[in-house]
């Protein structure tokens, strides 16, 4: 099975790496366009701002070629929020996959970016098989994708927000798997057998 983690200007390329050849599996990180589309199934991580990582997308064609995929896709941290339709980072138009906005936290009375663990729960796809109702994962976000039709898990920081999202074959987490010790093994485990 081929497995490619898309390379662009956005951080945590390495931990993704790691946490996959700890369950056994090697990655290919390319931006090559022949690597991606010929995939078995997609990575496409993310840490850092949105605006200058879809200007890096755009520029690489990596944008549509995102959105034209048919083998499942994993969105991580910022790698889902691009694939929402905007985010208020850098008033950013994404790529439109997931009908929904990226807001900011915007609150004085928490700590914002949200770093650290917290649980996920209203767990609603094979993603989850195997994960219990309000497992902690570990989130750094300042950002977030509100709830809607496509939110296949959920999490409480200020407000309630999407902590996951599918739409066809197209998954995101707002979470990172590969920093969240057994239960984010598992749900690396779970997308690879989708």
Same mark, same amino acid.
């Given at each position: 099975m081929k497995i490619v983690v898309i390379k662009y200007n956005a951080g945590n390329i390495t931990s993704v790496e790691f946490a996959f050849k700890r369950i056994g599996i090697d990655v290919i990180i390319t931006d090559d366009p022949n690597e991606i589309?010929?995939?078995? =199934?997609?990575?496409?991580? !993310?840490? !850092?701002?949105?605006?200058?990582?879809?200007?890096?997308?755009?520029?690489? =064609?990596?944008? =549509?070629?995102?959105?034209?995929?048919?083998?499942?896709v994993l969105g991580i941290c910022l790698g889902m929020q691009l694939m929402c339709e905007y985010s208020e980072e850098g008033e950013t138009e994404c790529l439109g996959i997931f009908n929904k906005k990226v807001k900011h936290f915007g609150s004085h009375e928490? =700590?914002?970016p949200q770093i650290g663990w917290n649980n996920i729960f209203d767990l609603k796809s094979p993603l989850f098989r195997g994960i219990k109702e309000d497992s902690f994962v570990y989130f750094v976000h300042g950002y977030y994708a509100e709830l809607g039709e496509n939110t296949i898990a959920t999490t409480d920081y200020i407000l309630k927000y999407s902590s996951a999202l599918q739409k066809d074959n197209f998954y995101g987490a707002q979470f990172h798997p590969e920093k969240s010790g057994d239960v984010g093994e598992q749900i690396l485990k779970n997308f690879i057998d989708l």
């Open positions: 589309i010929t995939a078995d =199934k997609v990575i496409f991580p !993310g840490v !850092g701002e949105a605006s200058s990582a879809m200007n890096y997308l755009k520029e690489h =064609k990596i944008d =549509k070629l995102i959105r034209d995929l048919k083998q499942p928490f =700590k914002v």
